[in-house]
Every structure is written in structure tokens, then in C-alpha cells.
């Protein structure tokens, strides 16, 4: 089988998930070959995604593994038969990788949580506000470059249009008060955040200033997968993005941004709040 010149970060997660379940049965990769009959070369491949796998092979080497019959192994079989080439591939070659990878993750994702102290998130950005972000934070790129990447976001924002997608934003105070752009802009940023918020889909909620006993320690964004054991999380970084899928990982932000939701103003009254900053602005 031909290695792949390009592989995609699902491709990547089900060869991961594989390996997990292989550990999980106690094998090293040369039991495992040896045992299923599969060449260790190419069973290395599988697992780091250089090749494909057909959904049979997986729900075979799933049920050697003592996994066969679960809704993680139906998931991982589904995944095994994707031929999709969504329109963030038109973008491959001209902007990092990142940015497609989280594109394909949204595109297969139903359920989207994200918790922003810093940036208003990309989903719910206008226009004319990620122009002036993308103007401050990406120094030497060109305009033709700058200009690629607005409207890569703005294409992402389409999944908002999906009945079957909901999206859970909670959003720091001082997210909504750093400006990027001048005030105008400031002020058709926040409108456009509470006209997102009539869509049944996208719920917003607000941490203010006075929180009381509030802590800012990460900015996670976890994208659900099919079942609960193929969620993502997202963390930023000034270096890109970083993908976690480890259990103890998921449990952990999963329980952070419950936490954060907690402690966040109501929905109704995340409107109100928002509103009246326009309104002083």
C-alpha cells in the first residue's frame, strides 16, 4: 500500500485510537503482529496513519484486541471509510496545517464547547474584526496572506448553519472588551455575538470582571466526537494548536469547562451584559 503524502489529524486519531486499544490488551506492536498475522511494518504504519485501513480490518483488529462490538469500534470503522475532501482542502498549501485540521474537526463534530479569555472565538467573529486581529497578530505575513486567513474563518463559520451542530461559548469580560479595530468595530462585534445567540444552537454565557474566586488558567475548546472517547481538546498556543485525547486529559477539561460554565452569568443575562457594553461603547 502506498504511504500517504498528506495525512489529516482524523486520520491521525484513528490510528491512535487503535494503538490505545491495542495497549489496553496488554500487546506490544510485535505481539500484536505476530499474533493477528498483519506485517509489524505495516501495523506501525496503521497506527501512525502513513497508510489507511479498511473498516473491516478495523472491527478485526478491534475484536482481537477484545473491543469488537462497542460504539467506539462502529466509530473508528466509520471513520476507516471517510473519503471526504472538504472545502478547507482547497487551502492546503496555502496556510498551515492547523487551520485545516481544525476546519475537518468542526466539519465532523456535533457538539462544540469553548471558553475564551483573550479572543472573542473565531466562529462568532464579524468580518471586519478578524481582519484587524489578523492585521496585529501576524506580523510579516502579506495582505494576500492576511486576507486568506479572514475568509478561511469566515467559511468555517458555516457549521453554525447546521441544525444537528451545538455550540457552547463562555467568554471572559475582558474578551469583549479588548478592542481590535477601533470602537465601531468593537461595538458591531459585540451586536454580532447576541444576533449568533438567536440561533437555538449557539448558547453564549459571560464571566465578568467581579467573579469572585474566578481563576484564568487555560483556554480550552473540546470538540465532541461521535462517542465520548473520541473528543478533542484544542488548547492554544502562541505555536499552534495542540490536540489532546488522552482519557485523563478529557476528563479534566471536560470538568474544567463544567466548572467555568457553572460560574458563569445565565444565558439571558450573558445578553443583557453584552448589550449594555455596546451600548457604552
Known sequence: MVARSVITVRQERLGVE????????????????????INEAKLSNIETARVGVSAERVRFLAGFYGDAETPLVDALAEMATERVRGWWEEYRGQLPRGFL????LEHHTQHLRTFEFAFVPGLLQTEEHATAIYSDTTWGTSGEQRELRVQFRLR???????????????????????RSGDRGIAKRQLLHI?????????????VPFDMDGFRIGYA????GGRVPQLDTVLMDTPHGGNYLDAEAQL?????????????????VESKDFIWNLAQNL
Open 194 to 206: 447576541l444576533e449568533q445567540t438567536v440561533r437555538p444552537q449557539v448558547t453564549v454565557r459571560v
Open 18 to 37: 487503535l494503538r490505545k486499544l491495542r495497549e489496553r490488551a496488554g500487546l506490544g506492536l510485535r505481539e500484536a503482529a505476530r499474533a493477528t498475522g
Open 220 to 223: 480550552p475548546t473540546i470538540v
Open 101 to 104: 485540521n481544525l476546519a475537518e
Open 251 to 267: 476528563d479534566r477539561y471536560r470538568r474544567g469547562f463544567a466548572q467555568v460554565q457553572k460560574q458563569a452569568l445565565g444565558v
Open 156 to 178: 468555517r463559520q458555516e457549521v453554525l448553519d447546521r441544525e444537528d451542530f451545538l455550540c457552547e461559548v463562555v467568554i471572559h469580560e475582558a474578551a469583549l472588551r479588548i
